[in-house]
């Protein structure tokens, strides 16, 4: 049974390859479609040229966040919802800077608790390190 149903798949995919392949040299496809599917096959085949990277932010302007965000998120007596927020929000700016100057973490990768608590102090002492923050936050 299943070998009928894969000669029926075949003739139907083979059929509709030939019926689009008609169209499109006797004119039943619309213009803009045949102009477009001509644009995209030359892109493929001539290769597209290569972006750059999009560019990062300068490093001072992440220090500055770094320091901005480590004041409020080292603060005592924050609700929890307050507390969550600064902490994703201080996480990012650790990520950004660690990876702006090519240091290795784990930052955005493990989840909430101690060993994450352990990894954002190892970051943060790196990041003193550079010159990124003042002092041991």
Known sequence: MSGVLEAVA???????VL?????????????WRSWRLLV??????LGRP?????????IEQIAADVRRISVRYHQDGMRFAQYEGRRQ????????????????HLVGVLPPGAELDRE????????????VLPHAA
């Open 10 to 16: 075949s003739l139907l995919l083979i059929a509709m």
């Open 19 to 31: 019926k689009i392949i008609l169209a499109a040299l006797l004119g039943g496809l619309y213009e």
């Open 40 to 45: 995209r096959l030359g892109r493929r085949v």
């Open 50 to 58: 290569e972006t750059e990277a999009p560019p990062t932010r300068p």
């Open 89 to 104: 929000a201080y996480d990012r700016v650790l990520a950004e800077a660690a990876d702006t100057l090519d240091i290795p």
């Open 120 to 131: 954002r102090l190892r970051v943060e002492t790196l990041l003193v390190d550079a010159g």
